[in-house]
């Protein structure tokens, strides 16, 4: 296990999200491990959303099996769950596996059920991010070990959300990438697609790659409104994306 594998799985990238004087908790059942920031103590709800929502997929999954291999699109399914027609819908749009998308999936159907009761709710599920509040936040870009690391953050204002903002690694953390970006983050009003989106892009950075070129990419996928790439000492910004230092 390297360094960054160890930073990875002790969540430290969570203390980059700020969240003013929400109450905290986290929710873990499986595979899902959610940082929540709400008005008040919600966990019972978000527990039982997590789990109606993995329900979903996984029995999906016994039915279609390549919804779960899978590393391209897969036909739309009018029939599916909700969730599975999200994911469905954003990596055909990113051109991934559905799979791709479900940790921002997770986060946004969470956020939409927690909504009903919070002012304020945000989503954190392994980098990725759902934002609602009602004032403006900032959101620290965690890079791993590249020298850019929570060196400075995304501002969100509170008119935006409710926003996605997701970040996929070939560096960092576990899930599967064929890129070397440390950090790939996507801004999009779909939790989904910006985390189909945010690994499409890393998947296409390689060594000494002008990063113009991953960042126009970025902005043909419909729903993207925003990109920032860390690459080793490159950083590449595009679209609706205001940075502040930390």
Same mark, same amino acid.
Request: aromatic content about 6%.
């Given at each position: 296990?390297?360094?960054?594998?160890?930073?990875?799985?002790?969540?430290?990238?969570?203390?980059?999200?700020?969240?003013?004087?929400?109450?905290?908790?986290?929710?873990?059942?499986?595979?899902?491990?959610?940082?929540?920031?709400?008005?008040?103590?919600?966990?019972?709800?978000?527990?039982?959303?997590?789990?109606?929502?993995?329900?979903?997929?996984?029995?999906?999954?016994?039915?279609?099996?390549?919804?779960?291999?899978?590393?391209?699109?897969?036909?739309?399914?009018?029939?599916?769950?909700?969730?599975?027609?999200?994911?469905?819908?954003?990596?055909?749009?990113?051109?991934?596996?559905?799979?791709?998308?479900?940790?921002?999936?997770? #986060?946004?159907?969470? &956020?939409?059920?927690?909504?009903?009761?919070?002012?304020? %709710? =945000? @989503?954190?599920? $392994?980098?990725?991010?759902?934002?609602?509040?009602?004032?403006?936040?900032?959101?620290?870009?965690?890079?791993?070990?590249?020298?850019?690391?929570?060196?400075?953050?995304?501002?969100?204002?509170?008119?935006?959300?409710?926003?996605?903002?997701?970040?996929?690694?070939?560096?960092?953390?576990?899930?599967?990438?064929?890129?070397?970006?440390?950090?790939?983050?996507?801004?999009?009003?779909?939790?989904?697609?910006?985390?189909?989106?945010?690994?499409?892009?890393?998947?296409?950075?390689?060594?000494?790659?002008?990063?113009?070129? #991953?960042?126009?990419? &970025?902005?043909?996928?419909?729903?993207?409104?925003?990109? %920032? =790439? @860390?690459?080793? $000492?490159?950083?590449?910004?595009?679209?609706?994306?205001?940075?502040?230092?930390?």
């Amino acid at each position: 296990m390297n360094q960054n594998s160890f930073e990875y799985i002790q969540r430290t990238y969570r203390n980059n999200i700020s969240t003013n004087s929400l109450t905290i908790y986290n929710i873990s059942f499986k595979e899902t491990d959610l940082f929540i920031s709400t008005d008040s103590d919600l966990s019972e709800i978000a527990f039982n959303s997590v789990h109606g929502l993995r329900f979903s997929i996984e029995s999906y999954i016994v039915s279609h099996p390549d919804f779960l291999t899978s590393l391209c699109a897969l036909p739309y399914d009018e029939f599916a769950p909700k969730i599975i027609r999200d994911m469905l819908l954003a990596s055909a749009k990113a051109g991934v596996g559905p799979m791709a998308s479900v940790a921002g999936s997770i #986060a946004e159907h969470v &956020g939409w059920d927690l909504m009903q009761y919070s002012e304020n %709710v =945000i @989503i954190e599920n $392994g980098g990725d991010i759902f934002l609602k509040s009602i004032r403006d936040i900032d959101v620290g870009l965690f890079a791993g070990r590249s020298l850019l690391t929570d060196r400075v953050s995304i501002k969100v204002t509170k008119e935006e959300t409710p926003i996605g903002i997701c970040t996929s690694s070939g560096t960092v953390g576990h899930s599967l990438s064929f890129g070397c970006s440390d950090a790939c983050c996507v801004k999009s009003k779909s939790v989904a697609l910006a985390d189909a989106a945010a690994t499409a892009i890393a998947n296409s950075i390689k060594p000494n790659m002008d990063l113009k070129n #991953a960042l126009n990419m &970025g902005m043909k996928i419909e729903g993207v409104r925003g990109i %920032v =790439i @860390i690459a080793g $000492g490159q950083m590449g910004v595009t679209g609706d994306i205001e940075l502040v230092k930390r």
